[in-house]
């Protein structure tokens, strides 16, 4: 990827902060034992002296790649987290953090995205290593975008408050993906490595694979051992633990293992902590997986013991690529949500470890809101357009058919009971929103083929899916814009007058640019029909 003047500036500051970095390794080993032995203490002044990257340095196993799009991962780092495009000119903009060490200054995003969507478009390295992430490219699969690229993640879809402070995460549905296969500084063959991130214990499925670690370096299956990466899903296809899942393991490539046997392991348990501290750590026969809640408590090991038993993983023959929200071959079905991690060379101590899930406990996470009005579950709503060619017109069905419809205080019952919504707990994720017909009891608003439908909840995973969608600030300013849960570059769109799920400015007539921002943002009215 070519670098642009802007960026070139970034990866400056990021080595320059890598020297501050290493003359300030002898501060943060003392700080790091203050963490580590304080739980309760004052987290701001821990933030702005000691982070998680500068732990690992103290244990003796510095990170070499930090990514973020929440905060910064050394106590003195002040470039560049991530960047994001938006789709109304395609201009770029870096989103900082708010002082050196801190948190993400995400006004800077919202003031830069706002009348248009943004997607990610680098996660920087904070490292100095230059190991960023960016759109990841084909490999043994192809992914949905232009040039057999994955998908780049909607930049609003994970909002998150760091002790109140607004950031935003990288929110991979499927076809979402990012990678880096040229690396510095990277494990490779067999050498000692550690990793972790904090991911979103609700959001996950069963495909391959939500993954983030080390991987080929051509975007290939090259083998047993060729990758060593953290897995969070509830795929069963190679590996599991006790329960239904979701379960964190380890992606060594052709596998994903739960412990010393392909196939179940019940010690490791399902995990589903809305922000969910995942780690995997392995060197010369020896590996292991620890996991926790990353707002409370301590790590749990799940396993920590011998390479599988299965041949190909003894020794590994690791090959130093970088990759999110995909498998190592750039399988691309799966989805989860990412806000943080690193990789380090060396096996770190558990110690370092707990002082750093110490670090990210003090850190604060918690749900952020998208913005624009309440969609209190329970509550009926009607969903009137913005567009100015339809402002008396409410998103509605006429039997399975969803279109716009003008609706006044003289419409038939009929037509106002047609457009007005119960308002659900999301059917795959309750942090996001379900519409049921208020006059169709147990049928669902939901997308088939990008286009809007009414249909009975069939009980199943795809249904829920599709039914599915989180609210943020309308895209134009006013009301509510309605995102696809497992399409999240789709919106709920009108066009022509019929509902669909859209993205602004892909290959459908009803993906138009013209008019998106209007179309996409909907006023939560009071319902036609209470
Ligand atoms: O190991 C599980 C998956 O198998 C890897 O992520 C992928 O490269 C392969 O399909």
């Known amino acids: 990827m070519p670098?642009?003047?802007?960026?070139s500036r970034?990866?400056?500051t990021n080595l320059r902060a890598a020297f501050r970095r290493r003359a300030a390794v002898l501060t943060a080993a003392c700080a790091a034992v203050l963490v580590a032995g304080s739980l309760s203490g004052a987290a701001t002044s821990q933030a702005a002296t000691s982070q998680p990257c500068d732990l690992y340095a103290a244990g003796g196993t510095p990170c070499v790649a930090?990514?973020?799009t929440t905060r910064a991962l050394y106590g003195t780092y002040n470039g560049a987290l991530y960047q994001v495009r938006?789709?109304?000119?395609?201009?770029t903009r870096d989103i900082g953090v708010l002082s050196a060490g801190g948190y993400a200054n995400a006004a800077a995003q919202d003031s830069f995205c706002a009348g248009t969507s943004c997607v990610i478009t680098i996660v920087y390295d904070q490292t100095g290593r230059n190991n960023r992430l960016t759109q990841a490219p084909p490999g043994g699969f192809n992914g949905p975008a232009a040039g057999g690229y994955d998908k780049l993640a909607n930049a609003t879809m994970a909002p998150v408050t760091l002790k109140g402070n607004r950031a935003y995460g990288v929110f991979v549905s499927p076809g979402t993906g990012y990678r880096n296969n040229a690396t510095n500084g990277i494990a490779t063959g067999d050498q000692p490595e550690g990793m972790y991130a904090i991911l979103d214990g609700t959001h996950y499925n069963d495909g391959c694979c939500f993954d983030y670690g080390n991987a080929e370096t051509n975007s290939r299956d090259n083998g047993n051992g060729t990758m060593e990466a953290i897995y969070f899903g509830n795929s069963r296809g190679w590996g599991s633990g006790s329960g239904n899942g979701p379960w964190v393991m380890a992606d060594l490539e052709n596998g994903l293992f739960s412990g010393a046997n392909p196939g179940n392991n019940a010690n490791d348990p399902t995990v589903n902590h809305r922000f969910l501290t995942s780690i995997v750590k392995g060197e010369p026969n020896h590996w292991a997986i620890r996991a926790a809640d990353a707002t409370s408590g301590a790590l749990s090991t799940y396993y920590n013991g011998a390479r599988p038993n299965a041949a190909g993983y003894n020794p590994m023959k690791k090959e130093g690529a970088i990759i999110l929200g995909i498998g190592g071959d750039n399988?691309?079905?799966?989805?989860?949500?990412?806000?943080?991690?690193?990789?380090?060379s060396g096996y770190p101590s558990d110690a370092t470890e707990n002082a750093v899930q110490a670090n990210i406990v003090a850190a604060g996470y918690a749900q952020g809101s998208g913005g624009g009005t309440a969609l209190n579950p329970g509550s009926t709503v009607s969903l009137r357009a913005t567009t100015a060619c339809c402002a008396g017109r409410y998103l509605s069905h006429s039997g399975a058919g969803v279109a716009t419809t003008a609706v006044t205080s003289a419409s038939p019952a009929a037509d106002k009971a047609n457009a007005s919504w119960i308002v659900r707990p999301g059917l795959a994720n309750s942090a996001c929103r379900s519409f049921e017909s208020k006059n169709t009891p147990g049928s669902y608003l939901r997308h088939q083929n990008f286009q809007l439908y009414l249909h009975p909840n069939d009980g199943g995973v795809l249904f829920a899916n599709d039914a599915t969608f989180c609210s943020q600030a309308g895209v134009n300013g006013q009301g509510n814009s309605l995102v696809s849960y497992n399409f999240a570059d789709r919106y709920i769109r009108h066009y022509n007058d019929t509902g669909y799920v859209a993205s602004d400015g892909g290959s459908n007539a009803f993906d138009a640019t013209a008019f998106w921002p209007d179309d996409v943002s909907w006023v939560v009215a009071a319902p036609w029909t209470p």
């Open 3 to 7: 670098q642009t003047t802007h960026e």
């Open 10 to 12: 970034t990866e400056v």
């Open 66 to 68: 930090a990514h973020s």
């Open 86 to 91: 938006r789709a109304s000119d395609n201009a």
């Open 331 to 344: 399988s691309n079905s799966s989805a989860g949500t990412f806000y943080e991690g690193v990789m380090t």
